[in-house]
Structures are given as structure tokens and as C-alpha cells.
């Protein structure tokens, strides 16, 4: 069975939203609230979120949506409240052709109801999308990478991944050139990617760099130290004798980057042994690695394993590489952290 659908309605359901987070990136407002766990979250994350939730409840009612946030923190501030419907109903109406296909919403209650549609606990049954509406608020906030990320399971698998990478540059070669891409997977039909610019372009088929040799390897990782320790992977840098200095970027982009040939390997090396990984930060980027021709485990080289909830609690870290990599890698970096971390 093709998820070609499924795809299609995830491309169009993360570029409608984009309209909106590159709305508030490019501007002074962003209305952010600190979370519980203390992590920000913007006026673009819940907007993209209710804008998301409600594409795929026109298209697939039966569907459940495992998504990030909730609208506690739009219920306790009007004003919050006002500025993100006012993005949202200027979304709806400047992008009226696709009404029909991702249907609208009709007011800020309906809006607020839609967000919490994205509560669902996960597992291992059914037709399941995992969406984070910004990830890498941090970044978003900063004025770096963020990503629109979104995948869609069946009984706890991954069939389809969508990332849109708004502030990646189209041709890797021209950092300073046009910026904005979209890359989508479906499990078993190979990886694509597409300037943002161009919604109707058929997307051109994407692989990972064939580098094999570590002294030409370069890692991408995290900016947020708090997220991944950047002392273990320089470590493990080390003992591998790469010598390149490593990509720094927020958010799914390193899966994005890493899938279409910028950069050979992507680790998220635990700060903390209670943290668990969120299905949302990984289910779209995880599947776009595999298609463009990469393994993604865990530390301990487990798959990971999406049927276990909101989060995915059996696993620990992040190792992404090159298929040919990959088990030496994965070496290293046992190596590395059994003496303090396994
Ligand atoms: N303590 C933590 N360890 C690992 N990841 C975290 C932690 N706290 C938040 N995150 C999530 O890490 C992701 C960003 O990763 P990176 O550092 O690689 O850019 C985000 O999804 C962020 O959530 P959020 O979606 O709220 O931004
Ligand atoms: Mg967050
Ligand atoms: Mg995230
Ligand atoms: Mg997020």
C-alpha cells in the first residue's frame, strides 16, 4: 500500500503552516511563554499547530495526532489568544485554493479545541501523526534553523516523514543564495526534496553524502549544548580522526542536512539519563535518513521505536550515519560514553 496521499496532504499541511511561522520569525512578536519543563514555546508554534491538526482532520478523520503542544497557555492569555487566531484567519484567507483539499477553521474556539486534538497518547495501534509544529523553538527564537516536521505512523511504524527546513539554502553550495526546502519520504520509495519556492515541482530524489573515508567525514549536531553533549561527540570525533569542524544547527535540520549529502553523521549524545526523546522530534527526519540511505539507532544500536507512547522512552540518543559508517560509529561512541553514561 502507498502512503502517496498521506504525503501529499503532510507537503501541503507544513507549507500552509510555514506561511505562518515565517510570518513571526520575520518579526519583532513572537509571544513566547516559558513551558513547564521550561523550554519556550511562540505564537507561530501554536498557530502551526491548530493550522497542521485541522489539514489533517479535513483529510483523514479517523486519524489521531500525537502533536507537541497544547492550548493551556492560549487559554490563560486573551491577548496570546487574539494574536494567534489573527495568524491563523490571515493563513486561512490568503491561501483560500487550498481550502478545499486541508478545509479551515472557523473561529479562535474551534481553533484552541483543534489544538488539543494533538493530546492523543500514541502506541502501537492505528493511524497515528506525530507533529512538531516548531522544532527548534530555540533556534526560532535565535534567528537559526527551525524545521515544520511531520510523520505519520501505522501501528507504530513510520511511513511517511515531511520537513520543511525554511532558512536551509536551496543549493548547499550557495549559503547566502534563495532559502527554504521541503524533503519527504515514504518507507520504501526513497527520500525527495523541493526549493519551497516551487509547490507544484515534482521533488528530485535525495541521497546521502557516499563519503566513507572519516578524515573527510563531517558531524552535524545541535547548538544547544543542554540538548547534546558536544565535549563527548568532540571525543568521539577525535577517535575517529575526523578533523572537520562540526555543523552546528537546530532542530530536524540536521536530518535534513545530513539526508541530502551535508554532512555524514548526526549524533545527540544524552545530557541527562532521565530525558526522553519526543516521537515528534525524530519520526519525519528518522525516515527521510533511512530513504536517503542511512541507519538511525539509538546509543545502544536499537531501532527506534515509535509504538511506545509520546515519547520514545525504550531508547536513548540519537546515532545517524551512512549505512557504511554506522557500525563504526556506533562503536565509537559506546566507547566513549560506557565509562561515564552506560
Ligand atoms: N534536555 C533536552 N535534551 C534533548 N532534547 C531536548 C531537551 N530539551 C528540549 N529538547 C528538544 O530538542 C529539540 C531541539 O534539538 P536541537 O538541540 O537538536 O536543535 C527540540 O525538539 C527541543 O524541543 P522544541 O521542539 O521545544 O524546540
Ligand atoms: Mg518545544
Ligand atoms: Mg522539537
Ligand atoms: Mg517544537
Redesign the pocket.
Given at each position: 500500500m502507498s502512503y502517496a496521499n498521506e504525503r501529499r496532504i503532510a507537503e501541503l499541511a507544513i507549507q500552509r503552516a510555514c506561511l505562518l511561522t515565517e510570518r513571526v520569525y520575520n518579526s519583532q512578536v513572537k509571544g513566547t511563554i516559558t513551558k513547564g519543563?521550561k523550554?519556550?514555546?511562540t505564537i507561530a508554534?501554536f498557530g502551526a499547530q491548530a493550522l497542521i491538526i485541522s489539514s489533517i482532520a479535513h483529510a483523514f478523520p479517523e486519524d489521531s495526532v500525537v502533536g507537541?503542544e497544547d492550548s493551556s497557555g492560549l487559554r490563560a492569555d486573551q491577548s496570546k489568544r487574539d494574536l494567534v487566531w489573527g495568524l491563523v484567519k490571515d493563513t486561512l484567507d490568503a491561501t483560500k485554493e487550498l481550502t478545499a483539499e486541508l478545509g479551515k477553521i472557523k473561529d479562535d474556539e474551534e481553533m484552541l479545541a483543534v489544538i488539543d486534538k494533538g493530546t492523543h497518547q500514541g502506541g502501537s495501534v492505528g493511524r497515528i501523526w506525530a507533529l512538531?509544529p516548531?522544532?527548534?523553538?530555540?533556534?526560532?527564537l535565535r534567528g537559526g534553523?527551525?524545521a515544520v516536521c511531520l510523520g505519520f505512523m501505522v501501528d507504530g511504524k513510520v511511513q511517511v516523514g515531511a520537513l520543511v527546513c525554511p532558512n536551509l539554502p536551496v543549493d548547499p553550495e550557495k549559503p547566502e543564495g534563495e532559502k527554504g526546502i521541503l524533503l519527504s519520504a515514504i518507507r520504501g520509495e526513497g527520500a525527495t526534496m523541493r526549493p519551497l519556492s516551487a509547490p507544484s515541482a515534482q521533488g528530485t530524489p535525495i541521497s546521502m553524502s557516499s563519503i566513507t573515508d572519516f578524515s573527510k567525514a563531517r558531524f552535524c549536531?545541535?547548538?544547544?549544548a543542554?540538548?547534546?553533549s558536544h565535549s563527548e561527540q568532540a571525543s568521539i570525533a577525535k577517535s575517529l580522526g575526523i578533523t572537520a569542524p562540526s555543523i552546528q544547527?537546530?532542530?530536524?535540520?540536521?536530518y535534513a542536512s545530513i539526508s541530502r549529502g551535508v554532512g555524514e553523521i548526526y549524533l545527540?549524545l544524552?545530557?541527562?539519563m532521565t530525558?526522553e526523546?519526543?516521537i515528534?522530534?525524530h519520526a519525519a527526519g528518522s525516515l527521510i535518513v533511512e530513504e536517503a540511505g542511512g541507519v538511525v539507532t539509538d546509543i545502544y544500536g536499537k531501532e527506534l521505536d515509535f509504538t511506545q507512547g509520546r515519547t520514545l522512552k525504550t531508547n536513548k540518543g540519537i546515532v545517524a550515519a551512512l549505512k557504511a559508517l554506522h557500525p563504526t560509529v556506533l562503536k565509537a561512541v559506546q566507547e566513549e560514553l560506557k565509562v561515564s553514561k552506560l
Open positions: 519543563d523550554s519556550p514555546v508554534d507537541e512538531d516548531i522544532d527548534g523553538t530555540k533556534g526560532f534553523q527551525y549536531e545541535g547548538v544547544e543542554g540538548h547534546s544547527m537546530d532542530s530536524q535540520a540536521k545527540r544524552p545530557t541527562s530525558y526523546e519526543k515528534w522530534d
